[in-house]
């Protein structure tokens, strides 16, 4: 009878019905009492339904009865930090360990625990040995950073004897150790393992040559943060004083402070699109600040109904918290104003009849970026026949899509009645982005597409200094590209994200447009070269219009909507990044029957 209770639980666990699953291992364990694993899979469930202290007494009475079994002590630290139990768990961990020695996150768990016992030097050594398992393993470069950072007497003294040799062997680990860390922006942390391999090996040259670099680099970085601090304290009603400062401090993930100051930048101007500045977002999220701010933006947004923008950033901070249909709710509260407002402005000052339903895209503009895609997006929104989203760039079927259809329908306007506007929307990151086509084909299969491609070239250098307008880009050129190249080199199908970088990548044409023309005929994806369209926009936007079947629609000015400001790059780079793209080039022109002459 006992199986039947116990396999009863593993049905019921596996189907998420977790309240019977606990009522069906209790009826194990009482027809039989010295069964460990009933004991062990109760302590499952009650982890999922996030019952710390139930969980714990059933992992302790099934390592008593088994105390062969790893995962039980594992489970049972589990349970035991999130009880805040931390020299408990710690020695949970380590009795896993003893039995499995091979699973990383046996030793960042203990990791954890160590840290919170402000136990530095065994923190530290349970952290690298996680990284000798798995370097890939989630937030673990930034936890030994942290502890890395906690330590302020002599590293010899620190490190446990033995517990850390370098050896001509294991020397190039410890050096790429240090490398991630300094690449991951945590200067502080890698400038204190550097200084850490010196104790152990002061003779070695290469560890005083990139220790040496990492201080100049902390030498750079403490003088952006004066000047950012100096600007706060001469403009303290300056948002982007703010918005600046919390971008420098994150950089080096000070994130308590990065987020005081990006709430303060938002509390300063809230009439601002922050719904667009996705690295305020991120910091926010790790804080666990979201209440807050969509609790600022509530209130707001009650004081100045008519707003925009703060309707906006509500949505943002509802949308991360996952409460999309609230998100979607401030949505369409400004697109029928928006709509409202445009409409009227085009349609001869009479009021109109809007309906419930949306309008869905009948055209997007799917990339490139820094191809001009803001510019033409703004010249086709004047024209009369086409209304606008809420956003420009949705970034849906890219890095949005599991926020639901209803979620990216949201933005678009609703249909006036009697009307035929058209709509669209303009996401550059689609372009080259690996399952946008398919996502949008699914969707929309008979939606035209148009595509702006640049001199690769002019491209990445603009794309750069791009982000580091903003702030999101903190590295050389140089470095940006060479860091590239070789995540390139060891991963040739590197998939294209939203982090800063990919400039190289991202200028590889023939590899997207290859994507899109498997899934849409030719005839409904319009290819311009940028170059001609920052020459003769006029002429551009009517060939867009001729594509569209909308009439023509002529303009009084065509100005460059999102210019771009910054210093030339070495030549000998230039002719780099050109002979790097050529064959790219030469196979884009082949594929496509056209010339594009990019030197």
Same mark, same amino acid.
Not at 365 to 386: D, E, F, K, V
């Given at each position: 009878m006992d199986n039947e209770y116990h396999n009863l639980g593993n049905v019921l666990q596996e189907s998420g019905k977790f309240d019977e699953a606990v009522i069906a291992y209790q009826n194990a364990i009482v027809q039989n009492p010295n069964f460990s694993w009933s004991y062990h899979s109760l302590g499952d469930v009650l982890l999922k339904l996030e019952q710390w202290e139930e969980a714990a007494v059933a992992y302790r009475k099934a390592v008593e009865l088994n105390p062969n079994f790893s995962w039980s002590y594992h489970n049972l630290g589990d349970a035991l930090l999130k009880l805040k139990q931390w020299e408990e768990a710690a020695a949970a961990y380590r009795c896993e360990i003893a039995l499995k020695s091979d699973f990383a996150w046996s030793f960042c768990n203990l990791g954890d625990a160590l840290t919170k016992l402000e136990q530095w030097n065994e923190a530290i050594n349970a952290y690298l040995k996680a990284i000798l398992i798995d370097r890939?393993?989630?937030?673990?470069?930034?936890?030994?950073?942290?502890?890395?950072?906690?330590?302020?007497?002599?590293?010899?003294?620190?490190?446990?004897?033995?517990?850390?040799?370098?050896?001509?062997?294991?020397?190039?680990?410890?050096?790429?150790?240090?490398?991630?860390?300094?690449?991951?922006?945590?200067?502080?942390?890698?400038?204190?393992?550097?200084?850490?391999?010196?104790?152990?090996?002061?003779?070695?040259?290469?560890?005083?040559?990139?220790?040496?670099?990492?201080?100049?680099?902390?030498?750079?970085?403490?003088?952006?943060?004066?000047?950012?601090?100096?600007?706060?304290?001469?403009?303290?009603?300056?948002?982007?004083?703010?918005?600046?400062?919390?971008?420098?401090?994150?950089?080096?993930?000070?994130?308590?402070?990065?987020?005081?100051?990006?709430?303060?930048?938002?509390?300063?101007?809230?009439?601002?699109?922050w719904w667009f500045y996705y690295n305020l977002w991120e910091v926010l999220v790790k804080q666990d600040k979201l209440d807050e701010v969509a609790s600022f933006y509530r209130s707001v947004a009650e004081?100045?109904?008519?707003?925009?923008?703060?309707?906006?950033?509500?949505?943002?901070?509802?949308?991360?918290?996952?409460?999309?249909?609230?998100?979607?709710?401030?949505?369409?509260?400004?697109?029928?104003?928006?709509?409202?407002?445009?409409?009227?402005?085009?349609?001869?000052?009479?009021?109109?009849?809007?309906?419930?339903?949306?309008?869905?895209?009948?055209?997007?503009?799917?990339?490139?970026?820094?191809?001009?895609?803001?510019?033409?997006?703004?010249?086709?929104?004047?024209?009369?026949?086409? +209304?606008? %989203?809420? #956003?420009?760039?949705?970034?849906?079927? !890219?890095?949005? =899509?599991?926020? $639901?259809?209803?979620?990216?329908?949201?933005?678009?306007?609703?249909?006036?009645?009697?009307?035929?506007?058209?709509?669209?929307?303009?996401?550059?990151?689609?372009?080259?982005?690996?399952?946008?086509?398919?996502?949008?084909?699914?969707?929309?299969?008979?939606?035209?597409?148009?595509?702006?491609?640049?001199?690769?070239?002019?491209?990445?250098?603009?794309?750069?200094?791009?982000?580091?307008?903003?702030?999101?880009?903190?590295?050389s050129f140089d470095r940006a590209i060479s860091d590239e190249v070789e995540r390139l080199n060891q991963n040739p199908e590197y998939i294209i994200g939203g982090e800063p970088g990919n400039y190289l990548a991202r200028g590889r044409y023939v590899e997207f447009i290859e994507n899109w023309l498997a +899934?849409? %005929?030719? #005839?409904?994806?319009?290819?311009?070269? !940028?170059?001609? =369209?920052?020459? $003769?926009?006029?002429?551009?936007?009517?060939?867009?219009?001729?594509?569209?079947?909308?009439?023509d629609y002529q303009l009084s000015e065509y100005q460059n909507a999102n210019p771009g400001y910054y210093q030339q790059v070495n030549q000998s780079v230039r002719h780099w990044l050109s002979d790097y793209f050529k064959p790219y080039n030469l196979e884009l022109e082949e594929y496509l029957g056209r010339k594009f002459d990019w030197e």
């Open positions: 890939d393993l989630p937030g673990i470069y930034e936890k030994l950073g942290y502890v890395l950072r906690q330590i302020e007497s002599e590293f010899k003294q620190v490190i446990l004897p033995g517990n850390l040799q370098i050896t001509p062997e294991n020397r190039e680990f410890y050096l790429d150790l240090g490398r991630s860390l300094a690449r991951d922006d945590r200067l502080e942390s890698a400038i204190k393992f550097y200084e850490l391999l010196l104790t152990l090996e002061p003779s070695c040259e290469i560890y005083s040559v990139e220790l040496e670099a990492l201080l100049k680099q902390k030498k750079k970085f403490d003088r952006t943060l004066a000047l950012c601090l100096d600007a706060v304290a001469q403009q303290p009603d300056d948002c982007w004083s703010y918005y600046n400062l919390g971008v420098v401090l994150s950089s080096q993930n000070k994130w308590e402070e990065a987020t005081v100051a990006f709430f303060k930048a938002m509390e300063i101007n809230p009439d601002l699109s004081a100045q109904p008519a707003a925009f923008w703060p309707y906006l950033n509500l949505g943002e901070a509802l949308t991360r918290q996952g409460k999309i249909e609230e998100a979607i709710c401030c949505y369409q509260t400004v697109s029928y104003q928006q709509t409202l407002g445009i409409i009227v402005s085009k349609n001869t000052g009479k009021m109109p009849v809007l309906q419930n339903t949306v309008k869905i895209p009948n055209f997007i503009i799917i990339g490139s970026q820094r191809c001009g895609t803001t510019s033409l997006y703004t010249y086709l929104a004047q024209h009369p026949q086409i +209304l606008t %989203p809420i #956003k420009k760039e949705m970034d849906f079927f !890219s890095w949005h =899509f599991h926020r $639901g259809i209803d979620w990216y329908l949201a933005h678009f306007p609703p249909i006036p009645q009697g009307e035929n506007f058209f709509t669209f929307e303009a996401s550059p990151s689609y372009f080259d982005y690996r399952e946008a086509p398919e996502r949008l084909y699914s969707a929309f299969p008979q939606v035209k597409l148009i595509v702006l491609l640049r001199n690769p070239v002019d491209r990445a250098i603009s794309h750069f200094y791009r982000l580091s307008s903003l702030n999101w880009e903190h590295r +899934l849409f %005929p030719r #005839k409904q994806l319009l290819i311009l070269k !940028s170059e001609d =369209f920052y020459a $003769g926009a006029a002429e551009t936007v009517q060939q867009v219009l001729e594509f569209l079947d909308l009439p």
